[in-house]
């Protein structure tokens, strides 16, 4: 707790634009490699210190938690609440002997009370309510809890003081409104591509459920353990040089067979190419066997190919390229999509378009290159574990490319909406030293 709050102040100098002048020191990297993700299974406390950190920077932007635990600000916060019990008190026995003067609406209720004072009473006690809520998130907010143990290490007479430590205990035991649910937006293109939003008329004006055709958010899934330790696993391997997926190529040696895909013209088609390949693996697969055999590496390249998806989609501010660039991608695959894929209805009939357009000699679009890695992966590893190696090993290191962007509004702006996976990373490369993409790959 005390290690997130201490990281959180140092990444609230990243908001207000300060440097961070030790990023480039080598003890700024060992903090994180050799600290946080010292063993492989440190991977669950790394993260969820983030996720602490994360929280305290919600509060520190959203929330009046940051005033409030300053100087004298709580004792206030407390004469406030204890005079609000008092005053409830005080009124309530005024109410007892209240009666409604003369010629004044006095209509009588089954209690035998006016419905002025019935009206007072219920007011009180709604007043008396939000207070006493907001009074316990504050005793059990990660304010709180840094604030007491800070005092008991401070103290030496709290110390060996049972009823101290119980009630720290209480304390630090629950964690209440977390703004991050620790789940992944999912998208997935040639499961979407053909959908229409449904339209309502509203005081006569169309107006669509979704954004736009084609668009279709799939249901968001919970953070898989796999995700995290694949990830952590990058970190290590690729150290502080991060690429777009070319290192993890080279270790797997495929690099020859595949890296032409991660040179294409902007990152965004990068990005959609590899999900469209992916896909067609998924499905290549699932016809054969279970998917829930497949192991973890299935999990972490189907689980982030879908997220990196979504944030093109719905969230394109995380990713490398402008915006309105990324857009424009979307739109123009979405596009061909439609044109190739068109009276497809399930998986099995989309794998064998796809495949198919691989031997056309049409116009190589996006999706026909999507179509081409895929056909690559499949006929040229014929290994499928070792496929999916190569698959989640791509995406644990693109996420990380991902994540190390140097745009720090994005963030900002999506923690106020309950955060994002990517900033958890993003914060996380911070303290590592990592503030931008290789150099050499944003040049791509």
């Known amino acids: 707790m005390c290690l997130s709050f201490a990281l959180f ?67 206030f916060k407390i004469i406030q609440l204890i005079t609000v019990v008092i005053v409830f008190w005080f009124t309530v026995s005024t109410l007892q002997n209240y009666r409604s003067p003369n010629g004044y609406l006095n209509l009588i209720t089954i209690t035998g009370h006016s419905v002025d004072v019935l009206v007072t009473g219920i007011m009180m006690m709604a007043i008396i309510f939000v207070d006493i809520m907001q009074a316990f998130l504050l005793i059990f907010s990660d304010w709180s809890k840094v604030m007491w143990i800070c005092k008991y290490v401070q103290k030496e007479s709290w110390q060996n003081r049972k009823w101290i430590e119980k009630m720290i205990e209480i304390v630090c035991h629950g964690s209440w409104l977390k703004p991050w649910e620790g789940k992944l937006g ?21 107006t669509y459920c979704t954004s736009r055709p084609g668009i279709k958010e799939n249901a ?78 299935f999990v972490v390249a189907t689980s982030l190919s879908k997220y990196c998806a979504y944030l093109a989609v719905f969230a394109p501010r995380f990713l490398p390229d402008h915006a309105y660039t990324t857009e424009l991608i979307i739109d123009k695959v979405l596009g061909e999509a439609k044109d190739v894929l068109i009276g497809c209805k399930n998986r099995t009939s989309i794998y064998e378009k796809l495949m198919a357009l691989d031997k056309d000699n049409t116009e190589e679009t ?17 290994d499928e574990e070792l496929r999916w190696k190569v698959l989640a090993d791509f995406w644990a290191e693109l996420m990380l490319f991902v994540a190390s962007s140097n745009d720090i509004q994005v963030h900002a702006d ?17 303290h590592a030293g990592i503030l931008t993409q290789d150099s050499t790959e944003q040049d791509v």
């Open 366 to 382: 996006i999706i026909k290159r999507g179509a081409k890695l895929g056909h690559v992966m499949i006929e040229g590893i014929e």
């Open 220 to 297: 968001h899934i919970e953070l898989p353990v796999e995700v995290k330790k694949a990830v952590a696993d990058s970190i290590r391997i690729n150290e502080r040089r991060l690429t777009n997926g070319v290192a993890s190529l080279e270790r797997n040696g495929v690099a020859d067979q595949l890296s032409w895909a991660c040179r294409l013209e902007t990152q965004a088609h990068v990005f959609m190419v590899w999900h469209i390949a992916t896909s067609l693996c998924e499905f290549k697969s699932s016809e054969q066997v279970n998917p829930q055999s497949l192991g973890e590496n």
């Open 186 to 206: 999912q998208y997935s293109l040639l499961e979407s591509f053909d959908h229409s939003p449904f339209k309502l008329i509203y005081d006569y004006i169309v």
């Open 9 to 75: 102040r140092l990444l609230c100098r990243r908001f207000a634009g300060y440097s961070l002048s030790e990023s480039s020191h080598e003890k700024t990297w060992k903090l994180v490699r050799n600290g946080l993700l010292f063993k492989e299974g440190d991977n669950e406390r790394a993260f969820r210190v983030i996720e602490v950190e994360l929280s305290f920077l919600y509060d520190f932007f959203y929330t009046k938690y940051p005033a409030i635990f300053r100087g004298r600000m709580l004792i």
């Open 414 to 430: 999506y923690l106020a909406r309950g955060g994002e996976f990517v900033t958890h990373l993003w914060a996380l490369l911070t």
